[in-house]
């Protein structure tokens, strides 16, 4: 047998796959392994390949456009050249039904994307030794066909030459006689054995035990018949052997010897183990089994298929699985299911089914039909996989992401949508549309004289009575903290508008109760309509009424005003603005500031985000809300967009050059990534840039982007991925976007908008989107970056939560590149970030806690320097932390070693609260100052007896 080193060494590998980037760092890895590796970049072109010159194994990428892994596995098993080639599959799909696809075509392997080095070399090596030893394996048996076929012709010897092991043994059992079969079998020569070996020593421990057993009754009845039993070669290697004896007696009836005869049978017990192991995969697995006949009686069911329906076994055997049928389909749906089966033989797909108690579940499953011996379907197998949770999960992500949590009303990204669609529509009909933006007027008083929580239950009631003055077709949607949007629909002429307006106004005026308190606001509106004399889109028709809003409030607020179009034409100064900016831009006026982006826990700089800056002859240094918006719909966009990519590219070269390669994210405008011709600048750029690798660049999408043609969009990012450039959605949860963008934008990375980071320490919700948005980011399979880390303690508690990667003004601000260069080198991580661990599901609660009582601290700090009016609870048995404490939080916590220190510590802050009070109350305005110093030290301690708990 060769050296399997050396076989590795000679083998041909060939590596298929549509993606440029994973076909060379594969072919790569191979060739350093010392492999002789060519490359396919399709199916068609693998085949193709392989005709000309085989190949001893192939990488096989699953889904390709053309033809795809598993058909072009198929076509090649098809082919004489490929029957027994090694096939081993490395995809980014992972789910069970692609993989038994996979094995089914004929696939040895499946390696899941990402993979590891060290993993497809393993794997690619183990599968070339055994195609080695299978060669070997094969010269041997040719051989050894050749010696038999010699000792028959030399000798004729039927004894020796018979199929299965033959030898006589005396009355003590000594071999005497054995035929050549037997011999080799057990890896013995003739001298070694006849004569010299007893029976005894061809049989393994576990074989010599059950031939003393069974030896006594051969004695008394002279015949052995069938015995299984285990035996071992010269080698120490053990097989599964049938032994039949006959005895030979003597006139008296004394045993003179014995002949047995054996057959290996090893082949065949490991098919029964094969057969039990399937069996109990069967029984055992966790997705639901059903298998019928071909005429869809069911024949068999598992036991996760009997948990998932409802059903007992014996319930199911013999019904049609019409017994499961909800009437959450039509009939249409069934009638395909059963023509995808009789025409591909398979079919997958969601169903809705209806259990043994009539409860309603939805299951993933995979229906596949199974031939007999003639070809034709012997019966059916069906997959079924319970995902009735992951839905309703799903519904209440849809829920999260297009209605406000607070009013329930929808959100901008609801709004987007139907607006959009309420443009077309009342375009169609030729009706007018109105966009009002309504914002409170006062509102911000309330808050500060009476708390959030009495400015979030007023903001629910004026968003009740909102919904309630609009029309079933109308929209009211809530985009910030005060501020509404209404789309008024089907209006025969803009005035029509002025009484649904009014009802608008008079809702958001009428006093309404509030924690015992009568609080009374006025509102300001801005309208605009649509259609205008010029396109607009939806983004502009609610800028149009924002504008018109705060003309309102100009002229004296609890009134509207009209969006006069003409008259912003004329009073802005666009064109002069835009002339400026192009000779800025020729003028070598813009610059890069760049701010890293690291990993908090272990302090590495995963790169920087480019922003540019105007360094303005007389206004100085000008950040991007001064010009950007200007051009934001204007061509000379995607030119400030290109030098900013390009100048992007210039400082990543000269980083390399100076042993410094780091990454640059850069931001592009929905215009420019929109423009025709955006893939062929980038790829001119690159040409420009030859150092660049993949990686270096990524470019940012702002959720808030206004995106046109989704579809367009998508397939642009793909292109831009295929020349090594990735992409992130950058401010996510903030936008207009709806989760399509997650669906159908490529992208890798989600920047979570910093406004959501900012406020977390104390407020719950901010934390639970967070927490929300991670759990979003890890469904999509996307890397997630937190904006907005601040301070400190805004970085343990995003890394307790889970996030690792962030960016923000508390690691660092946006700087030029030089001194960029001089922060990296004095750049460390928090030694209490780099201690700082991720909590747990189960102690996730704990964290929500910590952050209530934040909140309750700063409420308590609030009010005793008079900038709230509402009394927090003071109370232990009020304050929502103290019920925690003496519920859930004792019940998980209670046996902990520290958990009575935390239970005295709240004991103490709540005494330190009241003082406090008292203090603020007698007007004494240092002792006050003292005792808010000695309040937060005790919330700190706190904070970190929490982190102990966990």
């Not at 028709?541 to 008259?567: C, P, V």
């Not at 831009?720 to 450039?725: A, D, K, P, Q, T």
């Not at 460390?828 to 780099?834: A, F, K, T, Y």
Request: charged residues 25%; hydrophobic residues 40%; proline residues 4%.
């Amino acid at each position: 047998m060769d050296n399997p080193q050396e076989n590795l060494v000679r083998a041909s590998i060939l590596v298929v796959d549509d993606n440029p980037a994973n076909l060379q760092l594969l072919a790569s890895i191979l060739r350093q392994a010392g492999y002789a590796v060519r490359v396919a970049a399709s199916g068609d072109q693998a085949l193709r390949s392989l005709a000309i010159k085989p190949a001893d194994l192939l990488l096989l990428d699953i889904r390709m456009p053309g033809l795809g892994g598993i058909d072009t596995c198929k076509a090649l098993k098809a082919r004489p050249e490929g029957a027994d080639m090694p096939v081993i599959f490395i995809s980014a799909l992972s789910a069970t039904e692609d993989k038994l696809a996979a094995f089914s075509a004929g696939g040895v392997d499946y390696i899941t994307k990402p993979f590891s080095t060290q993993e497809v070399l393993t794997r690619v090596g183990n599968h070339l030794d055994l195609l080695g030893l299978r060669r070997d394996l094969e010269r041997q048996v040719a051989l050894r066909t050749r010696e038999l076929s010699e000792l028959k012709a030399r000798y004729q010897d039927l004894y020796d030459a018979a199929p299965c092991g033959y030898h006589s043994v005396d009355a003590k059992g000594l071999i005497v006689e054995v035929n050549q079969t037997e011999l080799e079998m057990l890896g013995y020569r003739r001298d070694e054995v006849v004569g010299r070996m007893n029976v005894r020593e061809l049989f393994s421990d576990a074989g010599r035990r059950l031939f003393a057993v069974r030896f006594p009754r051969f004695l008394r009845e002279g015949v052995l018949e069938d015995l299984e039993i285990e035996m071992r070669r010269k080698d120490g290697s053990r097989f599964w052997a049938n032994i039949n004896a006959t005895a030979m007696r003597d006139a008296e009836g004394n045993i003179l010897y014995s002949r047995s005869t054996f057959t290996d049978i090893t082949e065949r017990k490991q098919a029964e183990e094969k057969l039990r192991r399937a069996a109990s995969v069967f029984t055992h697995a966790r997705e639901g089994i059903m298998i019928t006949d071909p005429k869809g009686k069911i024949t068999e069911v598992n036991d996760a298929f009997c948990r998932i329906s409802g059903y007992a076994r014996q319930e199911i055997l013999g019904e049609h699985p019409r017994i499961l049928k909800s009437d959450r389909h039509p009939l249409e749906f069934y009638r395909d299911l059963w023509h995808s089966l009789l025409q591909d033989g398979h079919w997958q797909g969601e169903i809705w089914n209806r259990g043994r108690y009539g409860d309603y579940y939805v299951a993933q499953v995979t229906i596949s039909a199974i031939p007999d011996e003639k070809g034709e379907t012997g019966s059916y197998i069906a997959l079924y996989t319970d995902i009735t949770t992951e839905k309703e999960q799903q519904r209440q992500l849809q829920h999260i992401a297009h209605f406000d949590a607070l009013t329930n009303l929808p959100n901008r990204i609801l709004l987007a949508d139907r607006l959009a669609q309420a443009m077309v529509q009342n375009q169609r009909r030729k009706q007018w549309l109105a966009v009002a933006y309504l914002d409170l007027d006062g509102f911000k008083v309330i808050n500060d004289r009476h708390g959030h929580d009495v400015g979030d239950e007023l903001l629910v009631i004026i968003a009740h009575r909102l919904r309630r003055v609009v029309r079933g077709g109308d929209t009211i949607a809530r985009i910030g903290g005060d501020e509404f949007v209404a789309v008024l629909g089907d209006l025969p002429a803009r005035e029509a508008s002025d009484e649904w307006v009014g009802r608008l106004l008079e809702a958001a005026s009428e006093p309404a109760p509030v924690d015992g308190l009568t609080l009374q606001l006025s509102a300001s509106v801005g309208v605009t309509f649509y259609p205008q004399a010029e396109e607009v889109d939806g983004d502009q028709l609610i800028r149009q009424a924002d504008q018109a809003m705060y003309q309102a409030k100009l002229a004296g607020k609890n009134r509207h005003s009209t969006f006069d179009a003409e008259q912003d034409r004329d009073t802005r100064g666009i064109y002069e603005s835009l002339q400026r900016i192009e000779q800025a831009l020729a003028g070598d006026e813009f610059i890069l500031y760049y701010q890293p982006k690291v990993n908090m826990r272990s302090g590495k700089v995963i790169g920087v985000e480019a922003l540019i800056r105007w360094q303005h002859p007389e206004q100085g240094l000008l950040p991007p809300a001064a010009f950007l918006p200007v051009v934001e719909r204007h061509p000379l966009a995607i030119d400030i967009g290109q030098w900013v990519i390009d100048t992007a590219m210039s400082q990543i070269e000269a980083w390399r050059a100076a042993g410094r390669p780091l990454p640059i994210s850069v931001n592009v405008g929905a215009r420019q990534l929109q423009d025709e011709h955006f893939v062929d600048h980038l790829r001119q750029a690159l040409a420009r840039h030859p150092e660049l690798r993949p990686g270096d660049l990524e470019l940012e999408v702002l959720e808030t982007s206004a995106l046109e043609n989704i579809g367009h969009v998508a397939q642009m990012i793909r292109d831009c991925r295929e020349l090594g450039i990735d992409f992130a959605l950058d401010d996510f949860g903030t936008g207009y976007s709806s989760l399509t963008y997650l669906k159908r934008l490529p992208v890798s990375q989600l920047k979570i908008d910093q406004s959501f980071v900012r406020d977390m320490l104390d407020d719950p919700e901010d934390l639970a989107i967070l927490d929300g948005v991670m759990g979003l980011a890890s469904a999509f399979r996307q890397q997630y970056i937190a904006e907005g880390v601040e301070t400190i303690e805004h970085g343990c508690m995003l890394l307790m939560l889970g996030y690792q990667l962030g960016q923000g003004y508390g690691i660092a601000r946006p700087m030029p590149a030089r001194a960029l260069e001089e922060w990296l080198i004095q750049w460390r991580p928090p030694e209490s970030w780099i201690h700082c661990r991720r909590l747990s599901r189960d102690d996730l609660p704990l964290l929500y806690a910590a952050v209530e009582h934040n909140a309750w601290i700063r409420r308590i700090t609030e009010y005793a320097g008079g900038a709230r009016a509402a009394l927090p609870p003071l109370e232990i048995t009020q304050c929502r932390f103290g019920q925690w404490l003496t519920g859930a939080g004792k019940e998980r916590y209670g046996e902990h070693a520290i958990f009575p220190e935390v239970v005295r510590l709240h004991d103490q802050i709540h005494g330190a609260a009241k003082r406090l009070l008292g203090i603020a109350a007698e007007g004494v305005g240092r002792g006050a100052a003292e005792d808010i110093g000695e309040l937060y030290q005790l919330k700190e301690r706190l904070l970190e007896l929490l982190r102990g708990l966990a």
